[in-house]
């Protein structure tokens, strides 16, 4: 965890492929849909095991792209010159309690914000969105493709979903950003192996376990 130590807040960017949100049957927002998890959720995919729930219902992987922020913000700055950093991440989500807690209208912290529920690759230097675009990232499972996507899908692009989080809430040094997931989420089993992958190249695996 050592090299998590400098993350300051966790923004999560909710239905920003519309694959995605059409396989959950939710509506694409017409703004950034934002959340927040906890910096305890953050875990290394550096190979090891990833301990999670296993009693409160299905646990979904959704795959995404993950911004780290360098500078402070101004008005008018650019994606491109903010972001330092790229990692791929993991928004694993409790899905069954995500919908009980979407029928009462409650947060979703119980949701997305337990312990181990941002596992998260090495990061990486940001060579710019276009760059970013090159190459599609995704998800192996048990060497398997799970997820496949483009940051050129997103409904929001970086520099929107930065200039709308200095906005509302305030963004800087040591900021991560989960920018959104592809269509293709679905519920983890113990033991599953996941790996993540940008262009050909693996960033990072690790192997889920369901806590009893």
């Known amino acids: 965890m050592s090299h998590f130590t400098d993350i ?4 999560c960017v909710g239905r920003n492929y519309g694959l995605h949100a059409a396989e ?3 509506a694409v927002p017409e703004q950034p849909m934002l959340f927040s998890k906890p ?3 953050l875990v290394p995919l550096d190979g090891g095991e990833i301990e999670v729930p296993g009693g409160r219902g299905e646990v979904h992987f959704e795959t995404e792209v993950v911004i780290r922020i360098g500078k402070s913000y101004k008005k008018g700055a650019r994606a ?3 972001i330092d950093g790229v990692a791929l991440g993991l928004d694993l989500t409790l899905r069954d309690v995500q919908s009980e807690l ?3 209208g409650y947060p979703w912290l119980a949701a ?3 312990r181990n529920s941002a596992p998260i690759t090495g990061f990486r230097p940001f060579g710019g969105t276009e760059a970013l675009a090159r190459n599609d990232f995704g998800l192996l499972k048990n060497g398997e493709e799970a997820q496949r996507g483009n940051v050129n899908d997103m409904i ?4 929107t979903i930065v200039d709308y989080c200095a906005e509302h809430y305030g963004i800087g040094p040591g900021d991560v950003i989960f920018t959104g997931t592809p269509a293709g989420v679905g519920p983890v089993a113990d033991g599953d192996r996941f790996q993540l992958r940008f262009g050909g190249d693996i ?5 889920i376990r369901l806590a009893k």
């Open 8 to 11: 300051r807040n966790i923004y």
């Open 24 to 26: 959950l049957g939710n």
């Open 39 to 41: 910096t305890h959720s």
């Open 80 to 82: 491109d010159d903010l």
């Open 102 to 104: 979407k029928k009462k």
């Open 112 to 114: 997305k914000g337990f």
């Open 156 to 159: 929001f692009d970086l520099q």
């Open 203 to 207: 960033w990072g695996e690790g192997v």
